[in-house]
């Protein structure tokens, strides 16, 4: 952890049900190297600062599942859990109002496990410097718009893939969470820029996958084991 | 191999001299797994069928160096080694020049090693039917153009992110590269497209990266011993 004073918190967002891959098993809990992914994401964060403050958005009919998870991996880091809402906008809503004013904090998906410690490490000494630091990588593939027989190749200059941890001064997320929800929200760094204030943008890593599909479950398997 | 008689090529794309990645060797020879990332990719198609001819573009200045790297790494399996051009569509244009009429034809990126059997599959017996194959990923992460100070949200809907093998009947492309080369020709589907054809697209998979960075070869190494 950095010298600085200021209080540091994650707020890991794992509001879904999970329907989108096709299990029963919600994807945050879904199981590689022998634990829920969930608790890989939590750790990640602890392994950095054990006293960072750690607040879970959870989906309510997901809690008592949670607790027994935490039970038989016996699961010891002190989380703060909270109501997940609707749309991921809510969640984080929610998850906010445990996070005081004058402190910085990391909003992070709960299905990236691979989040390195360097890739936490910058987020929270920008954050602290420029207010927001947000991590993208470049696209190295050619991307195409497809949608009823057509097809289109998209211009990838300038063009950057945004990962979480999103992290801020808690002040000025909180106040850009005050916003009204619409559906353009898609990431904090959107809320932000809708009051017209700049993000700053850092490098992320390749590594530092969204685990959506059976593949990326594949991929954070053996990327754990490196 | 399936049942139909018609002749299969590989034409394996590795023109470049590599200077991207920061490193005095070129990607395509980086080794992973104790081998250069270029062997295992003629590898995964050599597995797919033995009798499949494989086309190898590479930089004239490399082929010394392939042919010791082939000696040191005890590889036979019979390659077709052809001079790359200024652009990709220069190699590929040169490459296709051993490949008959009448015939299927999968072009690819060398450093592309991660390559699923199922995806070559798909590929060939796909072109077969509709002329063309063109594997694809939906985009999970959030996009952003960011220039000059400014940053944009990318409307990811019907956003596809491209791969290769890239297959088609050997007429329909040899016929798309007839045309004059313009910067627009980002990969072999823009060629056909350019002529007024449909693309068949299909789905890769997320294992198959493009290593471009070294964290991606770390994600090959690990990925090859899973």
New interface residues.
């Given amino acids: 952890m950095s010298g600085s004073e200021i209080e540091k918190y994650a707020l890991i967002v794992a509001g879904g049900k999970g329907a989108r891959m096709g299990s029963e098993t919600p994807k945050q809990f879904l199981i590689s190297c022998g634990k829920p992914i969930l608790m890989k994401t939590i750790e990640a964060f602890h392994h950095y600062a054990d006293n960072l403050h750690i607040v879970l958005v959870l989906h309510p009919e997901l809690f008592s599942q949670w607790e027994s998870l935490c039970k038989e991996h016996l699961f010891k880091i002190p989380v703060n859990l909270v109501e997940g809402g609707q749309e991921r906008y809510h969640s984080v809503k929610n998850g906010l109002e445990g996070v005081p004013a004058g402190s910085l904090v990391a909003i992070h998906d709960g299905v990236r496990p691979m989040v390195s410690q360097r890739i936490i490490q910058d987020s929270f000494s920008l954050a602290e410097r420029f207010g927001s630091a947000v991590p993208?990588t470049s696209?190295?593939?050619?991307?195409?718009?497809?949608?009823e027989?057509t097809?289109l190749?998209?211009d990838r200059?300038?063009?950057?893939?945004?990962?979480t941890p999103q992290t801020f001064r808690s002040d000025l997320i909180k106040r850009a969470y005050q916003q009204e929800y619409r559906p353009?929200f898609?990431?904090d760094?959107?809320l932000i820029?809708t009051m017209g204030e700049?993000?700053h943008?850092f490098p992320g890593?390749?590594?530092n996958i969204?685990i959506?599909?059976q593949?990326?479950l594949?991929?954070a398997?053996?990327?754990g084991?490196?």
């Fill in positions: 993208v696209v190295n593939e050619t991307l195409r718009k497809i949608s027989g097809s190749v998209i200059s300038f063009l950057f893939s945004v990962q353009g898609t990431d760094a959107s820029e700049k993000v943008f890593d390749n590594k969204k959506t599909k593949e990326d594949l991929m398997e053996v990327l084991k490196s």
